[in-house]
Nanobody
Framework: QVQLVESGGGLVQAGDSLRLSCTAS????MGWFRQAPGKEREFVAA???????SYHSDSVRGRFRISRDSKNTVFLQMNMLKREDTAVYYC????????????????WGQGTQVTVSS
């Protein structure tokens, strides 16, 4: 089981930026998902094991960027935040090359709250 620890959430205003971090106990394919109150958990971004390929949902493409360092930390840089980005953000680990569905992922972090006010 991969252990995941997230950090970086908070309360910001619309148009601000935040960077989320997720440190894993081992290096795997990684993804970020988010869940707003009353809604299903949705895919945000994913990055492959070596970091050569990354993917972003239509709703965040051009504003968010997933990246990873040479060790076991994955980042989600979030720019031009909107109220609709308000959610609990989760990082997740997959033994696949990459995944876009919650069922593609094997282990999950505890989540970090991102709240965007107008």
């Amino acid at each position: 089981q991969v252990q995941l620890v997230e950090s970086g959430g908070g309360l910001v205003q619309a148009g601000d930026s935040l960077r989320l971090s997720c440190t894993a106990s081992e290096r795997t394919g990684m993804g970020w998902f988010r869940q707003a109150p009353g809604k299903e958990r949705e895919f945000v971004a994913a990055i492959t094991y070596k970091g050569a390929n990354s993917y972003h949902s239509d709703s965040v493409r051009g504003r968010f960027r997933i990246s990873r360092d040479s060790k076991n930390t994955v980042f989600l840089q979030m720019n031009m935040l909107k109220r609709e980005d308000t959610a609990v953000y989760y990082c997740a680990s997959t033994r696949r090359s990459v995944g876009f569905r919650t069922s593609d992922y094997d282990d999950w972090g505890q989540g970090t709250q991102v709240t965007v006010s107008s």
